[in-house]
């Protein structure tokens, strides 16, 4: 294989590697990347799926506006740099991607970009991604002799690595000491203790670890005496010490090593905490969320639904910004009380004049969502099967309504029978939003017959390798 093909199996493969992974710990995701070997070389983009569509004339102003400035500063940036050393710089931001740039003495210039999913619950891990792409890239670009598929590999399982490379990362940064802690092995240890059933019973309670010299901040309720300390790696017996914090404000307190006791205090500053809530839990680097943790493995998902979709058909009905804000604030919040709950329900959100009618129980009268009990009342009305009729007035309308319709060429049997009732009786109704929250939390805005918030499993697959196109190429598709 000549030079110039394994350079390009190199690039396509570690974006593979990237796409894959993210799309595991996050939504299925999009890679690209911006890179220009050498400094006289032109600068070249590698996407596949077209992330950066619609971004041209930003582009357009950094890499042609400024004749070639943007060269003079990453080599200011890399001169007198050591060998291997990658300079990050993150100054151009698009919206609605996570990038990452890297510069260095043996590979000029490289931006990778990626997805910025609305519901994650940070995006510095996958930050932390992109950064371990580049850094791969330039060792496979500059050698003959790397086995290409194992940076692929690698890419593919960074999750629990990206995480604790944020975590190390912040830590080094903003602690006045060398921590002693082995952050890798913690999160290992915090997966584990997440898949660990007592006497059939999800765990629940928050575990988190702080270094040892920081243990005399701690305001502990009792301790353990130090001999008699459980290592952290026997989750079982973690397991059964979590049941004396679940559903309180105490918390376990480790040094990364073995349990040291109880407290009821804050989660100090960078500290990392375990939250249990059952068969799911977040991931806490001191009280911001990093992510979440579920069958057996870290995702970037906050686990509340962002229905992006249905606040803009809201804001778009002639409701007025007041009401339609918050109508859009009680759905959300009854929308999660049901997915916290695990229960499947269905909203119908009736933006006409005169409400539609439909088979169920008519409240007389009907009650006001301004009334926070009302509200409390509705989500039990949630819970009986059958859907909650809301109408524009901010009302209540009826519940355990029953939603029918003539079938539909694209409904979906796999959902089952509260999806597709609700696909059917929108169809046939206009100016009427139908919200479906699955008992295996999964929510569908549905309009006109449409699901909006759905996302295509459909890929763009290609029988040949892409080839990396130039930049003023790419450009000229979209506004030169």
């Known amino acids: 294989m000549n030079q110039t093909s394994y350079q390009k199996l190199c690039i396509a493969n570690i974006l593979k590697g990237v796409e894959e992974g993210l799309s595991k710990y996050s939504n299925y995701s999009r890679v690209a990347l911006i890179f220009a070997a050498s400094e006289d070389d032109p600068v070249r983009v590698f996407d596949p799926q077209n992330i ?224 249990f809530r059952g068969d799911y839990g977040f991931l806490r680097f001191g009280k911001k969320k990093t992510s979440s943790f579920f069958d057996g493995s870290f995702h970037s998902t906050t686990r509340k639904a962002r229905m992006v979709e249905l606040e803009e058909i809201l804001l778009d009905s002639g409701l007025g910004i007041n009401k339609a804000t918050f109508l859009f604030q009680t759905v959300s919040n009854l929308v999660h009380e049901a997915a916290k709950a695990r229960h499947g329900c269905t909203l119908v959100i009736d933006l006409n004049d005169t409400p539609v009618h439909l088979s169920g129980h008519v409240l007389d009268p009907s009650l006001s969502l301004l009334e926070p009990k009302n509200q409390q009342f509705a989500c039990s009305l949630l819970k009986i099967d059958g859907a909650v009729h809301i109408t524009s007035d901010l009302n209540i309308h009826g519940f355990a309504c029953l939603l029918d319709g003539k079938a539909i060429n694209w409904e979906n049997m796999a959902r089952g029978a509260r999806y597709n009732s609700a696909m059917r009786f929108s169809a046939e109704h206009s100016n009427v939003i139908v919200v479906v929250v699955s008992s295996d939390r999964p929510v569908s805005i549905i309009d006109n017959g449409i699901e909006l918030n759905s996302f295509s499993l459909w890929r763009p697959v290609y029988q040949f390798t892409p080839e990396p196109v130039n930049l003023e190429k790419y450009l000229n598709k979209g506004i030169l």
């Not at 970009?113 to 791969?136: K, V």
């Not at 952290?232 to 918390?251: C, D």
């Open 52 to 275: 950066l569509r619609g971004h041209e004339s930003k582009l357009k102003a950094v890499f042609y506006d400024n004749h070639d400035g943007w060269k003079s500063t990453v080599k200011e940036k890399i001169t007198g740099q050591p060998h291997g050393y990658i300079v990050s710089d993150n100054k151009l931001l698009l919206s609605g991607l996570i990038s990452y740039t890297g510069c260095s003495n043996e590979f000029f210039y490289q931006m990778w970009f990626t997805d910025h999913h609305p519901d994650m619950c940070s995006i510095y891990p996958t930050q932390r991604w992109l950064e371990q792409a580049s850094s791969l890239l330039v060792h496979d670009y500059n050698s003959k002799v790397s086995a290409l598929n194992s940076s692929d590999y690698v890419l593919k399982n960074y999750s629990l690595q990206a995480i604790a490379d944020f975590i190390i990362d912040q830590r080094e940064e903003n602690l006045g000491f060398d921590s002693k802690m082995m952050i890798t092995p913690v999160l290992n240890d915090i997966l584990n203790i997440s898949k660990t059933r007592e006497e059939g019973s999800w765990v629940r309670g928050v575990l988190f670890f702080i270094d040892p010299q920081r243990l005399e901040e701690i305001p502990f309720i009792t301790k353990i005496q130090k001999y008699e300390r459980p290592v952290i790696s026997n989750v079982k017996h973690i397991r059964k010490l979590l049941v004396a914090v679940e559903n309180s404000q105490r918390k376990l307190v480790s040094d990364g090593c073995t349990i040291i006791g109880v407290t009821d205090c804050e989660i100090p500053e960078y500290a990392i905490a375990a939250d």
